[in-house]
C-alpha cells in the first residue's frame, strides 16, 4: 500500500483559527546557505550547479570563481540588504539556516538572533540528499543539530533539508525534537503525519519563491515575481483560512533589482487588514495548540 496521501482535507479545510481572526497567515522564509554549498574548497568533487545566477552550468572538477562569489554576495550583501527591509517593517521571518552556512558568518547569526527571527535547521551542508546512505544522512543530521545549536544558542524546533531523501522524514521523526518540519509542497495548511506519534507537517513552497530567478523557465525580472505573489496572496485571502508561504535567498532576493519588487510585495501586504506576519514555529505553536491530531 503506498503511504502517499492524494485526499488531504479535501472540501472542506478546517478553520484554522489564525489569532485575531486573520484571513491568512503569511510567512517569509529566508534560506541562508551561502557557505554550506558545494565546492572543492569544501572537499567535494565539483563546483556547485543549482540555484545561482549561472544558470544550466555544467558541474566542474575544480573550483568556480564565478559561482563562489555569487554565493559570496549572499551573505556579504544580500543578507544585509533583506535584512534592513524586514526590520524596519518589524515583519518576523523564519531563517533556513544550513549549518556549515551559519558558522561562517557568527555577525548574520547575532542579527538573526537579535531580531527574533526563527532559525530553523536546513540541513549540515546545501547539497542533494537524495541517493545518501540512511545511516550517513542520520549521522548528518546529528551533526547539523549539534552544531547549529551551539552556534545559534539555541536547538532548532523546524527542519528542511530542500535537496531530501526518502528517508528525511522518518529520521526526522525518529529524532522526536522538532515542532515540525517543512520538506512537503502539499497544502495550503499545516498537516499530521502518523508515526511512533504524531508529526507536524508545516508545507513550503517553491512557486512563491525566489528560486524561480535562477531557472531556465522562471522569473527574469522583479514585476514578474511581484505579480505573481501578489496573485497567491489575493486568491488566497479572499478564499480565507489559509496559509502562504514565500521562499527567498540572499544571493537572489537579495540582488537590488530583485529586493525591489519584494519591497514592494510587503508593503502591499502591510496594507491589507487581517494578516497573520509569522514565523513557522509561530504556526507550530498555534496548529499544536488548537489543533492537536
Known sequence: MSDRDFVGYGATPPDPLWPDGARIA???VLNYEEGGERSVESGDGEA?????EVVGSAPVPRREPNVESVYEYGSRAGFWRLHRLFTSRKIPLTIYGVTEALEKNPDAVA???????EVASHAL???DYGTMAIEDERAQMADAIRRHTAVVGTRPEGWYTGRVSPNTLQLVMEDGGFLYSSDSYADDLPYWVKGARPHLIIPYTLDANDMRFA??????????????LRDAFDTLYEEGGRMMSVGLHCRLVGRPGRAAALRRFLDYVASKP??????????ARHW??????
Open 274 to 283: 487581517d494578516v497573520w506576519l509569522c514565523r513557522r514555529v509561530d504556526i
Open 288 to 293: 499544536h495548540a488548537h489543533h492537536a491530531p
Open 125 to 127: 551542508r546545501w547539497i
Open 111 to 117: 542579527a538573526m538572533v537579535a531580531a527574533n527571527w
Open 48 to 52: 556547485e550547479t543549482f540555484l545561482h
Open 26 to 28: 503569511v510567512q517569509f
Open 215 to 228: 531557472a531556465m523557465a522562471g522569473f527574469n525580472a522583479g514585476p514578474q515575481f511581484e505579480a505573481y
